[in-house]
């Protein structure tokens, strides 16, 4: 069975502060991972996803196998990074994406 | 280039009456997905279609929904008829057949059941 999660409903830091969204999962095969994120009154989005090994606002996020975690970072959080973050797996193809419970980030100006 | 448009955007209905959520994909996008948050849970999924075809409808909650996909464009997601436990915030989003799994999100409807 797929399982994602976040153990943080809420977490607050400080403008200028590092940030980690914490995020486990559990699946047998080999996982897509993917951080999606909700702004106030947006809709959600992707922020990034694990094979593209990219940063995207500043953020990253690394795919550890061997401790089933796909922690997004961020060195020095702005209050424009204040949002509802998702972390979600997808086994790829036609299988359905699991989600989180999602972290709430509050940033502290 | 459209995004994933749902509509209502918001709709108060009161217990046993029916409701009926539209979705329209991002075009040529053959996966269509339908999601539901109630107040303080996770993202759960109800069920994906590709295309026409429903290829996991393992999160619907009941009997009480029923959703569609003629044609394969738009999709319909009628609860009926509504119990006070069906608020939430109910996602629609698609994703192309190939090029991995990004899905894309619409703005959700949000239902209430009074």
């Known amino acids: 069975a797929q399982r994602v999660t976040q153990p943080e409903k809420l977490l607050s830091v400080f403008k200028g502060a590092p940030v980690e969204l914490k995020c486990n999962y559990s699946?047998?095969?080999?996982?897509?991972l993917f951080w999606y994120v909700q702004y106030s009154r947006q809709r959600l989005q992707l922020l990034l996803r694990?094979?593209s090994r990219e940063s995207i606002k500043g953020f990253t996020a690394d795919l550890n196998k061997g401790e089933t975690s796909f922690h997004l970072k961020k060195p020095f959080a702005q209050e424009e990074d204040s949002a509802m973050y998702y972390c979600?797996?997808?086994?790829?193809?036609?299988?359905?994406?699991?989600f989180g419970i999602g972290t709430k980030l509050q940033v502290i100006p | 280039e459209a995004g994933v448009t749902q509509f209502p955007s918001h709709s108060v209905i009161e217990k046993g009456q029916t409701v009926t959520l539209r979705c329209d994909p991002i075009s040529g996008h053959d996966n269509l997905y339908w999601y539901r948050r109630v107040m303080g849970k996770e993202i759960k999924f109800l069920l994906h279609?590709?295309?026409?075809?429903?290829?996991?409808e393992s999160g619907m909650p009941n009997n009480r929904f029923l959703a569609e996909r003629t044609g394969g464009t738009y999709s319909t997601l009628k609860v009926q008829p509504a119990e006070l436990e069906d608020s939430g915030v109910y996602f629609c989003?698609?994703?192309?057949?190939?090029?991995?799994?990004?899905?894309?999100f619409g703005e959700g409807s949000w239902l209430t059941v009074v």
């Open positions: 279609f590709v295309k026409e075809s429903k290829q996991d």
């Open positions: 699946y047998s095969g080999s996982p897509e």
């Open positions: 694990h094979i």
């Open positions: 989003a698609s994703s192309l057949r190939t090029g991995g799994n990004t899905i894309y």
């Open positions: 979600a797996l997808g086994p790829g193809g036609y299988q359905k994406v699991t």
